[in-house]
């Protein structure tokens, strides 16, 4: 096992090389103006971009240029990211949180809904509940993103005005930028509560409702589906049937025997929903104006902010492998017949 | 040789062994399937509609300024002939639209969506541009690039896999490793990065999600090489001198290449997707070509309606995502029952 996590670890510097040269390939595509475009700043230094050219070593080969941006990574310099017009670590330290409690808040909902519902299919096979679940399964499966997200927000925002766009309200947004409120850990449900301040933390709520529902509907649906076809699987082995014979209650059986044998391949699915989440939130981020990760990398993106994508890109690999890693990892303590070697 | 004959011979004198395709285990498997059924007649719907988008906007043809009517030779009076199936214009643009027939005509060039009249069947979107063509052509647009990244990621897949299959060692290990990259990569956001380097054309997404498509699919055939590489009449070839080129085409490929061609195929339905999500963000087709995405798009600025009439301009937003859900719930349904009668354990 320690092996196993040592060799998933030793990939991580291969996926951060292949990502970033693979992104400054791509700039290569454009011309040495537009590649300095991104670190204009001002009219003065837009006047002068010449000498941008020349400092950042613009005109010289994709060597040079990877080069000269490693050594600025090393020095714990990520760039200046046009898209938020602040420094890239500092997008990332306000809006990583933001991301995370949303990507949390979806996970949990996304898993329990996902198990309960395809395990009650499952178990009523054919029944009414699986008929049910089945359909409104592979419909939301069917949904794209950016649909469902607006049709939420024309009812939901638009129609009934229950719930907001953003983060929080415009009144709240100016309180909490006040140095009174003080940020403990970025994240804003958790902050809100320990300044004592309930308005903020339901106005904080409020507005991830939608991309939550949005997330978690899309989201789940996988997991229903495999859940189903998971325990259907295991509920015809050989020790579903002896545990049966002994006598043991229905209930029992399925809860104790099968439940937790069908639910292994929904932990290596957990991983798979991580990156899901990951490329959720650009378009979910972005309908409903969430001031996140996801909607700052689709800025970035449009704008060839090259230090916020290339940061961006970074990070979404990291947390990819190590999610896939956490799930294999998971998969082999709760299944001891899983061994890596 | 004498085997085969033999076995040939066999099916001819029992009756029972020869079945038509119909009633095949796997169609009758599928026949069963009711979803599966629903899927299948969606799809077959949106092909009729996609071959058929000339004839069956021929009103909006005759009935709007557009250059589609020109660039097919005709008149406004012989607008008609595109329902004619004894007339050239008929075939043309069926087979060979011009290039303009895929521009939405537009009632004016009010920012304003306009509700459904007499000249626009299901309303205007923003910029007047006529919902019911631009529905009815961009089930084209919708297949020709689900179509083009599937087959061209399919293509690359599969010489990719079977190298990486059939050799093994250090070859396989690096593009494995490249396929773990591109894994990580988050796709979306690098897909938008070129499509904005390359400049905003339909052409230019396609590009830009055919550089992801085929890591999936090579890695899936490595496997399924790794499989069928260990069966035993791989090893008879290979006992009678068949050397590795041979080996791959003749005897291993066309045993796993199968089931990719058809997983493959259905994953049209989740490309068109991804084209629809970029088209939506801005980065599809230019502005009037017939896409459901831009047209979702388009309908970002009216969807909240009025002061006190929220549903105001319900048609610029309903018509194009009900499409899209429609089209993508057509492949999923007819994908589960395929995935469903493929798999063998079932």
């Known amino acids: 096992m320690f092996v196993f996590i040592v060799r998933r670890l030793l990939f991580l510097p291969v996926v951060f090389f292949g990502v970033t040269l693979f992104i400054i390939l791509l700039m290569q595509f454009l011309s040495p103006t537009q590649r300095a475009a991104t670190y204009v700043r001002s009219e003065a230094q837009l006047r002068n971009i010449d000498a941008i050219i020349e400092q950042y070593g613009l005109n010289k080969g994709p060597h040079v240029q990877y080069w000269n941006w490693l050594k600025q990574v090393g020095q714990g310099n990520w760039g200046f990211s046009k898209a938020t017009g602040e420094p890239v670590w500092a997008s990332f330290k306000r809006r990583f949180p933001a991301t995370l409690e949303l990507a949390i808040l979806s996970f949990i909902p996304t898993m329990l809904l996902g198990v309960w519902l395809g395990s009650a299919s499952a178990l009523n096979r054919d029944g009414f509940i699986d008929q049910v679940s089945r359909i409104t399964s592979i419909f939301f499966w069917s949904l794209p993103v950016f649909v469902l997200a607006i049709w939420l927000l024309v009812i939901f925002y638009g129609g009934l005005g229950w719930f907001g766009l953003g983060q929080v309200t415009t009144a709240h947004s100016l309180e909490i930028i006040k140095p009174e409120f003080q940020r403990y850990t970025g994240f804003m449900t958790i902050d809100s509560l320990l300044n004592i301040r309930f308005d903020i933390f339901l106005d904080v709520i409020n507005h991830m409702v939608l991309p939550i529902v949005t997330l978690v509907a899309i989201q789940s649906a996988q997991i229903v589906r495999i859940m189903r076809s998971s325990l259907l699987d295991t509920l015809t082995q050989d020790f579903v049937r002896t545990a049966r014979a002994k006598g043991l209650a229905e209930s029992i059986v399925n809860r104790k025997h099968a439940l937790r044998n069908a639910i292994i391949p929904i932990i290596t699915l957990g991983g798979f929903t991580i990156v899901g989440l990951l490329n959720g939130v650009v378009i979910t981020e972005t309908v409903f104006a969430y001031p996140g990760m996801g909607k700052w990398l689709a800025d970035a993106a449009v704008q060839l902010d090259t230090a916020s994508v290339m940061a961006g890109a970074v990070f979404t690999g990291i947390l990819v492998v190590l999610a896939n890693m956490l799930a294999d990892v998971l998969y082999a303590v709760i299944d001891p017949r899983i061994r890596y070697n | ?346």
Request: with cysteine; aromatic share 12%; hydrophobic share 50%.
């Open chain 2, 1 to 346: 040789m004498d085997i085969s004959s033999q076995s040939v011979s066999a099916q001819l004198a029992n009756p029972k062994v020869k079945k038509t395709w119909w009633q095949s285990k796997a169609m009758r498997r599928f026949r069963r399937n009711p979803l599966g059924i629903v899927g299948f007649v969606i799809l077959v719907g949106f092909i009729f509609i996609s071959l058929f988008a000339g004839p069956l906007t021929s009103n909006q043809l005759v009935n709007y300024r557009n250059n589609c009517v020109r660039d097919l030779g005709l008149s406004r009076s012989t607008v008609t002939d595109v329902q004619n199936p004894l007339k050239m214009a008929f075939w043309r643009i069926i087979f060979a639209p011009p290039n303009s027939c895929f521009n939405m005509p537009r009632d004016g060039f009010s920012e304003v969506p306009k509700p459904p009249s007499e000249l626009s069947i299901l309303g205007t979107t923003s910029g007047g541009y006529d919902i019911y063509y631009g529905l009815i052509w961009g089930a084209r647009t919708a297949f020709y690039g689900g179509i083009i990244v599937t087959g061209f990621g399919l293509l690359v897949g599969i010489i990719i896999g079977s190298i990486s299959g059939y050799f093994g060692g250090w070859i396989d290990t690096l593009i494995m490793r490249i396929i773990d990259v591109i894994f990580a990569i988050p796709g979306l956001v690098l897909s938008m990065v070129i499509v904005t380097i390359l400049g905003q054309s339909l052409r230019n997404v396609i590009i830009a999600l055919s550089i992801f498509a085929w890591a999936g699919y090579a890695r899936f055939l490595r496997g399924e090489i790794l499989r069928v590489r260990e069966l035993d009449f791989v090893d008879g070839a290979k006992a009678l001198g068949a050397r590795s080129p041979r080996l791959i085409f003749r005897h291993v490929l066309p045993n796993s290449i199968g089931s990719l061609i058809i997983l493959a195929s259905l994953d049209i339905g989740t490309i068109v997707l991804s084209v629809a999500a970029l088209s939506f963000l801005g980065l599809g087709a230019p502005a009037g070509y017939a896409d459901w995405g831009q047209m979702v798009n388009f309908a970002r600025g009216w969807m909240l309606g009025l002061p006190g009439q929220p549903f105001a301009y319900w048609y610029v937003i309903f018509w194009p995502s009900f499409i899209i859900v429609l089209f993508v719930l057509g492949w999923n349904l007819l994908g589960d029952a395929v995935r469903d009668v493929l798999d063998v354990r079932s």
